[in-house]
């Protein structure tokens, strides 16, 4: 009698999951296909513009950066371990970027303050820019509430020299990032070229 039990009860559950696995499939397959439109949304179009202090209370737009390539890259928080290293990565290429007629500006939703600290521990040569009230992340649809914080979503974008998104990067790895961008940048020029 029990192992009749424990038969019927394993069969409903094998059916329960059968059932709901399609589920699964056609949340995950919208999930990505939303990525995806977002990620094409962008590309082609004009980058919103911007007014945002960075680390040393410098403003930046984006129109003063017209004629320059622009690698556009938001962070969750600072002083976090991931956030370090891929800033450092973009540091140690950022003088190929310069080579390359290419400003490097990270962003997140810490203040000014905030990235005077983590710029001034890791000594980067580029601008962080402090989107506060997350402004410019929200303009770009990668706003992420945690509960009662809020957070940039860890996404880049390359803008070229007209101002325009060449490419969004909706997928990070933190230690290839920066590296990958330089190449797209590069193949971009010699393309163009």
């Given amino acids: 009698m029990m192992n009749t039990i424990k038969s ?3 069969i409903v559950c094998s059916s329960l999951f059968l059932l709901t696995t399609p589920s699964l499939s056609s949340a995950q397959n919208t999930l990505f296909s939303k990525q995806n439109t977002a990620q094409k949304e ?4 004009s980058a919103p513009d911007f007014k945002l202090q960075d680390q040393n209370g410098k403003w930046h737009t984006l129109d003063q950066y017209k004629g320059k390539w622009i690698v556009l890259y938001f962070y969750p928080k ?15 290429l ?3 970027f310069l ?7 990270g962003a997140s939703l810490d203040d000014v303050a905030s990235h005077q600290k983590f710029s ?12 506060e009230k997350g402004t410019l992340a929200g303009k770009f649809g990668i706003v992420r509430n945690l509960g ?13 020299p007209k101002g325009a998104v060449i490419y969004h990067y909706t997928s990070v790895n933190t230690q290839t990032h920066a590296d990958q961008v330089l190449k797209d940048l590069k193949t971009l020029q010699k393309n163009k070229s």
């Fill in 148 to 160: 009662i914080t809020k957070i940039a979503k860890r996404e880049s974008f390359l803008i070229d």
């Fill in 94 to 96: 950022y003088p190929e």
């Fill in 42 to 45: 962008w590309v082609g179009h």
């Fill in 8 to 10: 019927k009860v394993l």
């Fill in 78 to 92: 600072d002083d976090t371990a991931g956030c370090t290293q891929e800033a450092n990565q973009f540091k140690a």
């Fill in 120 to 131: 001034e521990k890791l000594g980067l040569p580029f601008p962080i820019l402090a989107d």
């Fill in 99 to 105: 080579q390359s007629n290419a400003v490097v500006l």
